[in-house]
């Protein structure tokens, strides 16, 4: 689970979780620092500033024991939330950063203008992209160069994974978004996990078309056809109201993709929307 934070953590905030992991599948003993430091690869030092800084967010206390050996626990008073440190983590990483400026860049900011805002160099901001793009494969790299549709994909598992909604601030807008997923969900079984991330999903694909992204036509192919069902019918029209400037066939496209990102759940409920 862990590797799925990596290409979007810097690379401290990737061993602050990878040390909160390892704190919590060990919560009911004290860990010497020997035994934590072998198995994250890292010395005492850096566990010493890693303990720092997770204590310095709020989120969680590491207490240290001095005996002869110096050993952590978890502190036993402090409920935790690993999404909430997983989210502090993508928040607080260059990385993230990057990757909402090149895929969610609402407001078209320039580069220079997250570096003005981040004090970076260029050469840092190069360095932290090459870095992301690197961790991403060069598979999935090529996909995402070629296709809207695994761009979107690819955008909301990462906002999913890491519960960023900050982009979603319309009231107007999130209220029809809700209406939509509603209605083209009202006939499937859906966990409140997969309307969760459903509702990011179409969040994601109104934000890409409001930045002047369509799908491409080499997208269309592997979409789902349209059953003309009671409730496609009422998505299409709810669907025009949020976006009037689509043409039927682009609209009608949409729908085909929002039913392709829901139509693996029937038989495999978790193994998408997770």
């Not at 004290?30 to 690869?41: G, R």
């Not at 060069?138 to 999913?160: D, F, G």
């Amino acid at each position: 689970m862990l590797n799925n934070y990596l290409p979007f953590t810097d690379s401290t905030k990737y061993q602050e979780l990878q040390l909160v992991s390892y704190c919590l599948q060990n919560s009911e003993e004290w860990s010497c620092f020997k035994d934590v430091t072998t198995s994250l690869a890292i010395t005492n030092y850096k566990l010493k500033q890693l303990i720092k800084n997770i204590n310095a967010t709020g989120l969680i206390t590491i207490d240290i024991q001095n005996r002869q050996k110096s050993f952590i626990k978890i502190s036993d008073t402090d409920p935790v939330d690993p999404q909430k440190i997983t989210t502090h983590a993508a928040l607080h990483s260059l990385k993230f950063k990057i990757f909402l400026h090149l895929f969610m860049n609402v407001a078209s900011r320039t580069q220079e203008d997250l570096q003005k805002k981040e004090g970076i160099s260029a050469a840092t901001y190069f360095r932290s992209k090459n870095a992301l793009f690197q961790s991403l494969g060069a598979e999935k790299v090529t996909m995402i160069s070629t296709s809207e549709a695994e761009v979107r994909l690819l955008i909301t598992n990462v906002l999913y994974m890491f519960k960023y909604d900050k982009l979603f601030n319309i009231a107007e807008v999130s209220g029809t978004i809700h209406t939509l997923t509603d209605i083209l969900t009202s006939h499937l079984n859906l966990t409140s996990k997969q309307q969760e991330k459903f509702f990011y999903f179409c969040w994601v694909n109104y934000l890409r078309y409001r930045m002047g992204m369509t799908l491409l036509a080499t997208d269309r192919k592997y979409f789902l056809a349209k059953d003309n069902l009671p409730e496609d019918l009422a998505f299409t029209e709810q669907l025009a109201t949020l976006l009037p400037e689509l043409s039927n066939s682009d609209l009608e496209i949409f729908q085909r993709f929002c039913l392709s990102f829901l139509n693996p759940q029937t038989t495999q409920p978790e193994k998408i929307l997770l």
